[in-house]
DNA sequence: CCATGTACCTGAAGGC
DNA sequence: TGCCTTCAGGTACATG
C-alpha cells in the first residue's frame, strides 16, 4: 500500500504528533509485528525526531531506534487520548507518558517495528530516495545505464532508488511514454530525463495531495488521501487513455498488475 | 546479473 | 447462500 508519497504524509503528521514525547509503554498485540534487536528499553526514551527514507520511517529517541516499514496494509493512528477499545487489527500500542497513543495498525500482518541501535541494520541495501536532493538526473542516469532490468522491474526495487511501489512505477512511466519492459540501459537522454521528471512530479504532486487511498491507507488522523482521483493510468484497465483516447491496458509484469497505455506506451523494440 | 515463483496474511470481489 | 479462485499500495528468499 503506503508508497513514498503515504509515508511522507505520515511522517509530517509524526512530526506534528509525537514529536518530543516519552514513551511509556509499547504493547505488541501481535508478536510478529515487532522486531526487536536490541536489548535497551524503549520505556522513558524521548523521540527526537523522524526522518523516512523509501518506504522507512525512522524514528530516533534518546539511546535506539524504531524502523518502521508498513508495508500492505499498515496505518500509524495518532490518538490524544488512549481509546478505550483499540480498533480491529491493531497490532501494537505505542503509549506516551500524557495519555497519549500511536495505534499500528496493519490487517494483512506484514508491517514491521524494527528496534535498533542502528538503522543502517535494516535500510542499509536501500538506494537514496526518490526526492533526495542528492538525487539528481546525473546520479540518476548512472543508476539507468548500469543496469540490464526492465524498467519496471528497476523502479519497484528499491536498490537503485528508492520510494517509488506498483502505483506511482505506473504513473511515471505512463508520463514519460515508456514501456515497462524497456531496458534500464538502453534509454537515450533525453528517455532518462524525461523518466526523471515524471517520477519527480508525480511523487510531487501525490505528496500534495496526502496521498492515495485505494482502500486501506490511511494518514495518522484516520483520514483517507486524496490523489488516486488523479490517476492517469493506474486501475483504468478498459477505460480510454487521458491523451489518446485509446483502450488502457492490464498486465501482469514483473509479477505486479501493471496498467499502461498501448498506444502512448509502445515497447523501444518494436517502435521503429 | 536477471527473471520468476513462493511465502508471509487477511479480506473483498467475482464466477458458478 | 455458499464455495472456490484471484487479487491487493511490499519485500525476502529460493531457484533456474
Redesign the pocket.
Known sequence: ???LP?VETVARELRQNILGRTLKSIDPLWG?SMDVRCDIPLENQSVKSIARK???LIVSFTRSFLVI?????GQLLFYTQGLQKPH??VRIIVTFTDGSQLHFRD????GRFYHVIDPDE?IK??GMDALDMQMNLHTFRTLLS?????LK??L?S?YYI?G????YVDESLFRSHLHPSD???SLSKGQSELLFNSIRTVLNEAVENM???????RDTYGNAGNNQNFFRV??RVGNPCVECGTMVK?M??????TYYCPSCQKPEKVKK
Not at 107 to 110: A, Y
Not at 164 to 167: K, M
Not at 211 to 217: H, Q, R, V
Open positions: 500500500m503506503p508508497e503515504e510478529r523509501g518506504k522507512y516499514h508498513l508495508r500492505m496494509t480491529n487489527h490487517m494483512r500482518k506484514f535494516i541495501n536501500i548500469n543496469s540490464r532490468m526492465n522491474a528497476f519497484l528499491q528508492s517509488l511501489g506498483n502505483i531496458i534500464a540501459a496521498g492515495s487511498t485505494i482502500s486501506d491507507y493506474y486501475g492490464k501482469r509484469f514483473a509479477g505486479r498488475g
